[in-house]
T-cell receptor, first 113, second 112 residues
Framework: DAKTTQPPSMDCAEGRAANLPCNHS???????VYWYRQIHSQGPQYIIH???NNETNEMASLIITEDRKSSTLILPHATLRDTAVYYC??????????????FGKGITLSVRP | KAGVTQTPRYLIKTRGQQVTLSCSPI?????VSWYQQTPGQGLQFLFE???????NKGNFPGRFSGRQFSNSRSEMNVSTLELGDSALYLC???????????FGPGTRLTVL
């Protein structure tokens, strides 16, 4: 079972920031938070991951609460092409661990013009 | 670098047949994972191969099998196809020790 919970859907206006929440209250100390997205009928695309510090890359920012029980993915200026299902996943980080990703239902982000 | 490639992209089979899907990982990636995606069950992990060895397996019947070759390319096989096997089959590769996974475009299998 997925160890994360996300609301089923949300929308935002094009050009505005999209803040996608995720709860992972049972996360362990050795688990990262990963975000992927899947645009309709394509393979999932890696976005960002983090352990406890906030992270930023060219696609998004990841804000993890101090207790690590929740996080928020921020798309700073959403475009219509950001319409997709976004998956928040926790997985172990230890060397040699398997690469299995356990996907939940994700959150469907709809960006409106 | 070229991305993960999967062949074929689309496939139509009938019940009882078998099918083989192929995945070529990103150059240098030694881990290949397979996932099945259906509208009802979402994305589910099938198995993972690393250095030609299966190191993790999901909860699928034995009709689903896979292998990995010395060049890290992987194949998965489904025997005795059932209607419920209709799905998008996704392959992902990653570089050890633990890295983000890069997914291919998938193979859309339809079983009639």
């Amino acid at each position: 079972d997925a160890k994360t919970t996300q609301p089923p859907s949300m929308d935002c206006a094009e050009g505005r920031a999209a803040n996608l929440p995720c709860n992972h209250s049972t996360i362990s100390g050795n688990e990262y938070v990963y975000w992927y997205r899947q645009i309709h009928s394509q393979g999932p695309q890696y976005i960002i991951h983090g352990l406890k510090n906030n992270e930023t890359n060219e696609m998004a920012s990841l804000i993890i609460t101090e207790d690590r029980k929740s996080s928020t993915l921020i798309l700073p200026h959403a475009t219509l092409r950001d319409t997709a299902v976004y998956y928040c996943i926790v997985r172990p980080t230890n060397t040699g661990a398997n690469s299995k990703l356990t996907f939940g239902k994700g959150i469907t982000l709809s960006v409106r013009p | 670098k070229a991305g993960v490639t999967q062949t074929p992209r689309y496939l139509i089979k009938t019940r009882g047949q078998q099918v083989t899907l192929s995945c070529s990982p990103i150059s240098g990636h030694r881990s290949v994972s397979w996932y099945q995606q259906t509208p009802g069950q979402g994305l589910q992990f099938l198995f993972e191969y690393f250095s030609e060895t299966q190191r993790n397996k999901g909860n699928f019947p034995g009709r689903f099998s896979g292998r990995q070759f010395s060049n890290s390319r992987s194949e998965m096989n489904v025997s005795t196809l059932e209607l419920g096997d209709s799905a998008l089959y996704l392959c992902a590769s990653s570089a050890p020790p633990v890295g983000e996974q890069f997914f291919g475009p998938g193979t859309r299998l339809t079983v009639l």
